[in-house]
């Protein structure tokens, strides 16, 4: 029962990692802007049936750190994992640039996401869509990436193209086609 227990919650949290492509490589240096500050406190928020809990504090020069908590709905069981996020300007859009773990093969990534903060001060992240990734530039060899897994339904892209080359990608649709996964919103506490 404790493995199907565990099984469960780490589908729960691979959620955002299967519907985001992950990238191997971050954005050019160049990009990079200072940490949005406004993000650092604690947040809570619910998205895809599950609870989640983000201490953010800030870390190295330019960068916050996230401990996210994940609750499983139902369950009572919780799953904490460790974020570094860094910031970058791309065509006057402020993105986050998230480095985690991939649960694919535990390996260091890079995911990235648009960010809004309500007028009451909720945040919501809307992460880089699998399908405009694989459909219009992974699926097509257009930029360098592995499929990882054979469900025809279930795309999960490893982007390997250098930082400049996802710039374009990233550049290439409107932001609302590019970055349309949404997480949130969080609210602070």
Not at 49 to 67: H, K, S
Not at 120 to 144: C, N
Not at 163 to 178: D, F, I, K, R, Y
Request: charged fraction near 20%; glycine fraction near 8%.
């Amino acid at each position: 029962m404790r493995v199907l227990v565990a099984v469960l919650m780490l589908c729960a949290i691979a959620g955002l990692s299967a519907c985001t492509p992950e990238s191997v490589h971050p954005l050019p240096e160049r990009l990079r802007v200072t940490a949005d500050e406004r993000l650092v406190g604690t947040w809570w928020g619910s998205s895809w049936g599950n609870d989640y809990v983000a201490v953010i504090t800030a870390g190295a020069p330019g960068t916050l750190e996230v401990e996210l908590t994940t609750s499983v709905a139902g369950r009572g069981e919780r799953m904490k994992s460790r974020h570094t996020l860094s910031f970058y300007d791309v065509s006057g859009t402020k993105l986050i640039v998230e480095r985690g773990t991939s649960l694919v093969d535990r390996t260091a990534v890079y995911r990235f996401a648009a960010y809004d903060v309500a007028p009451g001060g909720a945040v919501t992240l809307r992460f880089t869509s699998d399908r405009e990734v694989y459909y219009k530039w992974a699926g097509g060899m257009r930029i360098a990436a592995i499929v990882r897994g054979s469900d025809e339904n279930f795309h999960d892209v490893l982007l390997t193209a250098d930082g400049e080359q996802v710039l374009a990608m990233l550049q290439s649709q409107p932001q609302a086609t590019m970055f349309d996964v949404t997480f949130g919103p969080f609210s602070r506490q």
